[in-house]
């Protein structure tokens, strides 16, 4: 079974900067998607972020520019720098990792999640 365990949530103020990081169980290159995600109240939960195939980059419209992820296969973590963040950036901010295993299947794990908070 895979884990995943987000850290670096927080309360911050407007244009301040957090990073998050998810700790995953097994190497980040085990997997074909690793992404972070987010939840505001009351809506649905958004892609923020993901790196498919190892190296493909993809951002929301709405960070483009002030959000980056990375990963570092060798301490196991997904990481999302978030810079000059503003109060429509709060949420719970998951992290997810995505493995193709065959054709027509995928598995699919979740961390907990982590309170973002932008307030001012």
């Known amino acids: 079974q895979v884990q995943l365990q987000e850290s670096g949530g927080g309360l911050v103020e407007p244009g301040g900067s957090l990073r998050l990081s998810c700790v995953v169980s097994r190497r980040p290159s085990t997997f074909d998607v690793l992404g972070w995600y987010r939840q505001a109240a009351g809506a649905e939960r958004e892609l923020v972020a993901r790196i498919r195939d190892g190296y493909k980059i993809d951002y929301a419209d709405s960070v483009k520019g002030r959000f980056t992820i990375s990963s570092d296969n060798a301490q196991r973590t997904v990481y999302l720098q978030m810079n000059s963040l503003k109060t429509e950036d709060t949420a719970v901010y998951y992290c997810?990792?995505?493995?193709?295993?065959?054709?027509?299947?995928?598995?699919?794990?979740w961390g907990q999640g982590t309170q973002v908070t932008v307030f001012s």
């Open positions: 997810r990792a995505q493995k193709q295993v065959s054709i027509e299947a995928q598995v699919d794990f």
